[in-house]
């Protein structure tokens, strides 16, 4: 083999293990690349799902606030809607009483409540009242139960009032007080009776 020759074959082989050495550096920096990209893209993915959770338990907690908000609105307007109800019904309720006490058998019950007074007494001094809209109505009320009757000082709506005063005792057969605690023990009661 010539020099030439000798020469042509090293720098052959030189440039093959260099070519070689060149491939397994570009193939090793590619492959560092590779795993280095597929980390990031990994790493990436992962971030993504960590603010896809978070962006999810954000929009239920901000979907969750909205509803008890608007619940409590509705609850509130309900509310009001009941009250407006109630008051209107209990308006209702008292001119139906203002009705009953202009006819014949408000003065029969009036009788009948003055009567169960005088047995509970049993003889034990009592003051009898009836409201000041029913003055008129005194003189045959005494005359139909045989007791002295007093005229309220104050508006209890229609009724009796009595006083045993010995025995610390209220009897209240007024209707300003049957009305009152009616209208607050009244609660609407929904279809499937649930208030």
Known sequence: MTLEEKIAHMQ???ME???AESNAIIDAHKEALEKL???HK???LRQSETRIKSETVNAKSELNKAMAKSQIELKRKQGQIQLELKNRLFEEVHQMVLEYMKTEKYEDYLIACIKEAVTFADGEEMVIYINPSDEHLR???EDATGVILTISQEEFLGGMRAVLRGRNILIDHSFKTA???EYNDFIFM???GVA
């Open 37 to 39: 990209f597929q980390d």
């Open 139 to 141: 003189s045959d009320l």
């Open 17 to 19: 293990q260099a070519r």
């Open 179 to 181: 009305i009152d605690n």
């Open 190 to 192: 929904g279809g499937d």
């Open 42 to 44: 990994e790493e990436a």
């Open 12 to 14: 052959a082989t030189s």
